[in-house]
């Protein structure tokens, strides 16, 4: 049986940077949003079933924060309508109370239902 979304997944007007802190490579851009889970657009596979400590770089003139990070573990991975990439999306297994008012401000500023 399906497991249904808790939280409406909001598409951002941005495509935020997300890297990897351990390697300080870039995983991808942030597609979409929850406080539970994100979804990236990349150029290269993600391994799934892995958990990241994920840096958030945040748009600027909205925060006084530059980023945020936290822990995603890579759930699943499918062609994006774009075949030269991938989608991934994450489940969000680490937030501070901190970071998850600043994801909820990013959704409630730059999020939009798509």
């Not at 490579?25 to 990349?42: N, P």
């Not at 990439?85 to 730059?110: C, H, N, P, W, Y």
Request: proline share 3%; hydrophobic share 40%; no cysteine.
């Amino acid at each position: 049986m399906a497991r249904s979304r808790v939280s409406k997944r909001r598409h951002l007007i941005y495509y935020l940077e997300v890297y990897d802190i351990e390697s300080n490579q870039l995983l991808g851009h942030l597609v979409d949003i929850t406080t539970r889970g994100i979804k990236l657009i990349s150029k290269e596979v993600i391994p799934l079933h892995k958990t990241f400590i994920l840096k958030l770089i945040l748009p600027e003139g909205y925060f006084k924060e530059n980023e945020i990070h936290f822990e995603g573990e890579s759930l699943w991975s499918s062609n994006d309508v774009n075949p030269d990439f991938f989608d991934t999306g994450f489940a969000v297994t680490s937030l501070s109370l901190e970071e998850r008012k600043i994801m909820r401000k990013l959704i409630d500023q730059i999020g939009f239902n798509g």
